[in-house]
């Protein structure tokens, strides 16, 4: 490995801010294509309801209306990657009923001329409803077998899992405490609403769908499978995309399989882009958790047992319930090193709207609750909270128990350190002037979470690199950019092994008609998976050249490199010959060559190696009010290694700012199914008033499985930003809040409530 690298590390700018910045980037919402027609949901106003009759004969009239769809033509996604592996899984992946679930649910689409006369038609349709009893609490929906939301009954999931022996564990325990805890719905608000696409079903039978997925390749699978079409007559382009956290993980419920429908009706390109009012209250939000946590541990500050119990609201229909609840199973086990736990996990059907992927994918929900209750463990010892942290993480060398594989690389001790430098935790005055009416705490948290999804999801990435005759570089990758950059990190580290300037690399649209497999932008999986597939495409790539060099040169190909452009001899570096020079001569000057060189990679990474980090939190309280502000953030990571350091304090930077939404103020009010806060002005993200000094801490620990030594880092920043501020209010005030988000009215409930000792 080198010690010296000429662009990985280096924090060089985004390929595509010109774009951006400039106004010249082309969203799904700016696309226009000739004779594109324009599409409107007709949505329920019930939470559980089965649709008896449906009158559409006024709007087919309309002169605008080219075509109409409904949900007994349309299916719905009601699976993901797993469904994939099988065919039996394929067939379980759609349903269709005349049943809709929950408020906003859709019920049919009609595609035409322009928005208003399709908003116009959907006026003049008449639906009959036969009203079902809805259930909207996961834990009485457990309970209740009258009301079935779907057939095989509430309980999407269940999962069960031991390790060691829990009743032993807490015998072994000097101390046994329980809490429970509830987190909230969160969106994902992007700037770009979550929902727009444009389907263009040609009479050939190719249909090419423009949309702001993170999965393109599978988008492709699962219309595909939905549509009854070969995959090669399915075309998914991603144009640029207003940030997804999460919320484009995979086909947007009613979007769009209806746009398909839509198209092949009525023979025309269909458009459909939701507002914002139904990106809030139809299409996925963060899984609300309740946790119940049982911990024993000895008077040392050992940790003997724990028991967990989650019981997760899925929503209306189960997409990603499995991977979520298995992320929390991986963080709530192998974050610490406790000999015997016991996991139990609970995925229930509701008749709310849907919730799914959402940055840390169900790691923040478990984080509060475990790093709260690590707070609540080091003040009955009298102990530090980083020093029982220290006293229990699992580090490099061990096996972590969920996917019994040793840990290779761990700077969780060096986040600590570091981020309890940065922040001056020894100097704050902890616990010690809870008086006045503002008060001041400080907190933290810890974290784990594993970069792509090796051991539970199919996750493959693949690159291409084509030399071009100017000594030029064409990166070809379906690595889904949202704007975390990670298409940057891509062309620097293929320029790093191609020892070329960063610049003379271009990379490819997100086109699956013209790049290969790519399992998407999910769990921080891109600088990592995707680098592994572009470092290797990148390096067969340049052996290629390598021996057409050595045979120019005369001299071994082992003796050669390539630096700056250049390829030379190691050992008389005066023997020399620029790329440039020599692509020339192989696809050009040669009549008897001209050939392309051509690197490819496809595959699974070997492994999918934690992040660690660890937050920390300023605070102050305002115990008349109840309102919380927050002061200071610092947030130290460890990636492996630093590809890009700036986009990875962006990614710091965001993923604190997401957190303390989570915290304080971010939550979708639900009543009898019907979202209240369906906008800004009452969803309240947090805005730039808002925002404390945010110190970013990068530590460097080398995963020898990575890119250059790299892991994830996107999801990793938010996920224990609520635990911290949590902890750091109770530091102030004395009252453990337990519940997500922490309100002003929450706070001051539990204020009057408190009687100080």
């Given amino acids: 490995m080198k010690n010296e690298f000429s662009v990985v590390g280096k924090s060089v700018p985004r390929i595509d801010a010109y774009d951006k910045v400039t106004g010249r980037a082309r969203y799904c919402r700016d696309l226009k294509l000739e004779g594109m027609l324009h599409a409107k949901l007709l949505r329920s106003p019930y939470p559980h309801a089965r649709v008896k009759a449906l009158d559409v004969s006024r709007a087919k009239s309309h002169p605008a209306v080219k075509a109409i769809a409904t949900i007994e ?133 190719k249909l090419s769908v423009y949309s702001s997925t993170q999965l393109p390749h599978w988008s492709r699978m699962y219309l595909a499978g939905a549509l009854g079409l070969p995959s090669s007559n399915v075309r998914i382009i991603k144009p640029y995309t207003g940030g997804a956290f999460g919320g484009r993980c995979g086909l947007i419920h009613g979007l769009e399989l209806m746009c398909c429908h839509l198209s092949k009706k009525a023979g025309r390109p269909v458009k459909m882009s939701f507002t914002r009012k139904e990106d809030f209250e139809a299409t996925e939000g963060r899984h609300p958790f309740l946790v119940e946590l049982r911990t024993g541990f000895t008077k040392e500050g050992i940790l003997t047992a724990n028991s967990i119990k989650i019981v997760m609201d899925v929503g209306a229909y189960a997409t990603h319930y499995i991977g979520v609840i298995a992320d929390a199973l991986s963080t709530g086990v192998g974050l610490y090193r406790i000999p015997h736990v016991k996991f139990e996990g609970y995925c229930v059907y509701t008749n709310k709207s849907l919730n799914g992927a959402f940055r840390g994918y169900g790691n923040p929900q478990m984080n509060f609750a475990q790093e709260s209750q690590m707070d609540i463990v080091a003040e009955k010892l009298g102990m530090d909270p980083i020093e029982l942290r220290l006293k229990n993480y699992r580090g490099a060398g061990e096996i972590d128990p969920v996917f019994n594989e040793k840990i290779l690389s761990c700077g969780l001790k060096e986040c600590l350190f570091q981020g309890a430098e940065k922040i001056r935790w020894k100097k704050k005055s902890r616990r010690s002037s809870r008086r006045g009416k503002i008060r001041k705490g400080v907190g933290m948290s810890c974290l784990m979470h594993g970069t792509g999804a090796r051991f539970g999801l199919p996750d493959p990435a693949s690159a291409i690199v084509l030399i071009n005759a100017d000594g030029s570089v064409s990166l070809e990758t379906a690595a889904a950019d949202d704007g975390q950059g990670n298409k940057t990190g891509l062309v620097q580290i293929a320029a790093e092994e191609l020892g070329i300037d960063w610049r003379k690399i271009s990379v490819s649209d997100t086109d699956t008609d013209t790049t290969p497999l790519d399992g998407g932008t999910h769990g921080s999986r891109q600088t990592y998976c995707g680098g592994i597939a572009v470092r290797k ?53 040669d009549l008897s060559l001209c050939e392309q060189i051509i690197g490819a990679a496809t595959g699974v990474a070997p492994s999918m190696p934690p992040t660690y980090g660890a937050h920390f939190a300023e605070v102050e309280v305002d115990t008349e009010t109840g309102g919380v502000r927050v002061l200071r953030l610092v947030g130290a990571f460890d990636v492996g290694k630093a590809i890009n350091p700036a986009h990875i304090e962006g990614q710091i930077a965001g993923g604190e700012v997401m957190g303390i939404g989570y915290a304080l103020t971010e939550g979708l009010v639900i009543e009898n199914g019907k979202v209240m806060n369906s906008n800004f002005a009452d969803y309240r993200i947090p805005r730039s008033c808002d925002i404390p000094r945010i110190d970013a801490v990068i530590v460097e620990s080398h995963e020898p499985t990575g890119p250059f030594g790299a892991k994830g880092i996107g999801e990793a920043t938010m996920i224990g930003t609520a635990s911290a501020i949590a902890n750091a209010i109770y530091d102030a005030v004395g009252v453990r809040m337990k519940e997500l988000p922490i309100t002003q009215e929450k706070i001051l409930v539990a204020l009057q409530s408190f009687n100080p000792p």
């Avoid at 008449?126 to 309980?155: A, C, W």
């Avoid at 630096?563 to 050992?571: A, L, P, Q, S």
Wanted: aromatic share 8%; charged share 30%; glycine share 6%.
């Fill in 537 to 589: 495409a990148a390096a067969q790539a340049k052996k290629s050249v390598l021996v057409f060099a050595s045979k120019h040169l005369n001299t071994p190909q082992n003796r050669l490199d390539i630096r700056e452009g250049v390829i030379y001899d190691t050992k008389r570096p005066s023997l020399n010959i620029s790329l440039a020079d020599l692509m020339r001569k192989i696809q050009i000057e």
């Fill in 73 to 205: 033509e349309v299916p719905k996604v009601v699976g993901y990657w797993w469904n994939l592996r099988t065919e039996k899984g394929m067939k379980k992946m759609f349903m269709q009923d005349n049943v809709v679930r929950f408020v906003g649910d859709p019920v049919l689409g009609v595609a035409a001329e322009d928005e208003d006369s399709a908003e116009e038609a959907l006026s003049m349709i008449l639906v009959q409803y036969e009203q079902l009893p809805p259930v909207f609490d996961p834990v009485e929906s457990m309970k209740d077998q009258t009301i079935k939301i779907h057939e095989r009954g509430n309980i999407a999931f269940h999962v069960l899992k031991e390790y060691g022996d829990i009743e032993k564990g807490f015998r072994e325990a000097d101390f046994v405490i329980e809490n429970r805890f509830v987190t909230s719905k969160q969106k994902h608000a992007t700037i770009e609403p979550i929902g727009s696409c444009i389907a263009d079903y040609s009479p050939s039978g």
